[in-house]
């Protein structure tokens, strides 16, 4: 795997898109949420292409549908423990993805990517929840 500066536009991108996604739910309004959707989904696909791994891209889906399930839990309602079982989920996958780069990119900041990561996953929860 390898890096270069399209990560930065990847990161911000993908924050834009989880925010409208969120946004389109709570405030019943489909086509910012299929937009946003489609986007996210989009930025699946290029991580394979900046992080040179099938398995790269699968991590970030798995990321990202869970991230979906969260916010369409949060707008149905939450059933008991939904809320702490998709949390835990999305953390668990964090520190696949960081473990993950950490193997195979050379000097790979780990402890910052997770932070970065879980941050992400902290203030979309709270947005959410």
Known sequence: MSFDDSRAQWW???????????????NKKPPVTIEAAKGLWH??????????????????GEHTVLAKTLADS???????????YLAAYLMKN???????????V??????????LLTAHI???GAYIA
Request: aromatic letters at 14%; a negative charge.
């Open 12 to 26: 911000i991108d993908h924050v834009k898109h989880t925010r409208e996604y969120v946004n389109g739910i709570f």
């Open 43 to 60: 930025g699946v696909l290029e991580w394979e292409k900046i992080a040179g791994s099938d398995l790269a891209s699968f991590l970030m």
């Open 74 to 84: 949060a707008e149905r309602g939450f059933k008991p423990n939904e809320f702490a």
């Open 94 to 104: 964090a520190v696949a993805q960081a473990n993950l780069y950490y193997a195979t």
């Open 106 to 115: 050379p000097n790979f900041p780990k402890d910052e990517f997770l932070k």
């Open 122 to 124: 902290e203030a979309t």
